[in-house]
């Protein structure tokens, strides 16, 4: 017994470790994400996120004035500026060769070839002085390594929800969500309750038809559909796309609320029938309350389905820019901003805080209604 005790306990270790591993692994890129898209460019190029608290260091090639414009001072000829420009800044080094861009800490005195002297100050303040009266030509390269302190800016959010027209979209994604989640759960709530606790004529073979349809990959369907609804006159618009989600959602939906349902209480069912209750009231007093993991847990699946999704939208809603929904806009902030991160990771997390939102909120209902719906039938 005491073996046994032991082992278990390691499974019970093992197991928590696996499943604080898994969290870890879809956490993390998560949470970098979230502060990438607090971060502007240059933090993002000169570091990464798990560095954000710290000052970021970055190599910068300045280029002076031209040598022209020095002014004369004394028996010398001076060149003042700052690196920075108008910004702000911190110097870590300087240098003269990209070979050396750090060989000199700030305050120090560079000698260059031609005589010449620099001076690169904390602050970013430099000072070129010249032997002799420059001839004209390209102003001199300084090499500076900066450390910027960590910042973080709402200017991303800004600019993907007002000028990238991220804001439309998530108000176009929400018109298509709502009404695409909550129109199957009502329609396989009452098919449910049918093919569980009605008797007719075929039942089993529509709920061998609906599992059937399970299988059918939604890729098949979308040319028969959309010539279906060009053949009704169902054009591409919001009408046509909530048809469209509800029939690729209401095989799922039917099944799993149909097993969660046949697994309730034969004898409540049978103690309101007695009372004199009609299937409606059996299936709006008793069934829909008791069957709310179940429909907590289609719902969860059913939006996040649909809030990703980008093919359906694509071919029964169209791209104009005031129907795209979130995912062609971040589809097309991908072509066109490949390089501009911030933008991206401010995008990404607009998406997905929605689903985020919808996930935590009913988490607690997801695993007690798949396990209710998979485990027992009738």
């Not at 028996?75 to 870590?92: I, R």
């Not at 059996?282 to 309350?289: H, N």
């Not at 029964?316 to 991160?341: C, H, I, K, Y």
Request: hydrophobic share 50%; aromatic share 10%; net charge neutral.
């Amino acid at each position: 017994m005491e073996g046994m005790a032991g082992t278990r306990s390691r499974l019970v270790w093992a197991v928590n470790l696996a499943a604080l591993l898994l969290v870890l692994l879809w956490t993390i890129p998560t949470l970098g994400l979230l502060i990438s898209s607090f971060r502007d460019r240059d933090q993002i190029s000169a570091s990464g996120w798990w560095k954000a608290a710290l000052p970021a260091e970055q190599n910068v090639i300045f280029r002076a004035p031209p040598p022209e414009t020095a002014v004369p001072e004394g028996a010398a000829w001076v060149l003042d500026g700052n690196v920075f420009g108008e910004g702000g800044g911190s110097v870590a080094a300087f240098g003269l060769s990209a070979r050396e861009p750090k060989a000199f800490a700030p305050g120090d005195t560079a000698t260059g070839r031609a005589g010449d002297t620099l001076t690169v100050a904390g602050d970013g303040a430099f000072r070129i002085t010249y032997p002799q009266a420059p001839e004209a030509g390209r102003g001199d390269r300084i090499f500076v390594t900066t450390t910027t302190p960590p910042r973080l800016t709402l200017e991303n959010y800004e600019t993907v929800i007002v000028a990238q027209g991220l804001g439309r979209a998530f108000l176009n994604t929400f018109t298509v969500t709502i009404p695409a989640t909550v129109i199957p759960i009502l329609i396989a709530a009452f098919a449910a309750y049918a093919l569980a606790w009605m008797r007719f004529p075929g039942r089993a073979l529509i709920l061998a038809c609906i599992v059937g349809l399970l299988v059918v990959p939604l890729q098949m369907t979308l040319i028969p559909l959309l010539r279906l609804h060009n053949a009704i006159g169902l054009d591409k618009g919001y009408l046509g796309i909530w048809l469209a989600h509800t029939a690729f959602g209401l095989p799922m939906a039917v099944y799993l609320l149909r097993n969660y349902i046949a697994g309730l209480p034969r004898e409540i069912i049978e103690s309101a029938r007695v009372d004199g209750a009609t299937d409606f009231e059996i299936f709006r007093r008793i069934v829909l309350p008791l069957s709310f993991p179940a429909l907590a847990s289609f719902a969860i699946f059913q939006f996040l389905w649909v809030w990703n999704d980008l093919l359906v939208a694509t071919v029964f809603l169209g791209n104009a820019p005031d129907q795209l929904v979130m995912t062609g806009v971040l589809r097309e902030l991908l072509g066109s901003l490949g390089g501009e991160w911030e933008i991206l990771a401010a995008s990404a997390f607009v998406s997905i805080s929605m689903p985020l939102l919808v996930f935590f909120g009913l988490q607690r209902y997801l695993v007690r209604g798949l396990l209710a719906g998979s485990v027992k039938g009738g």
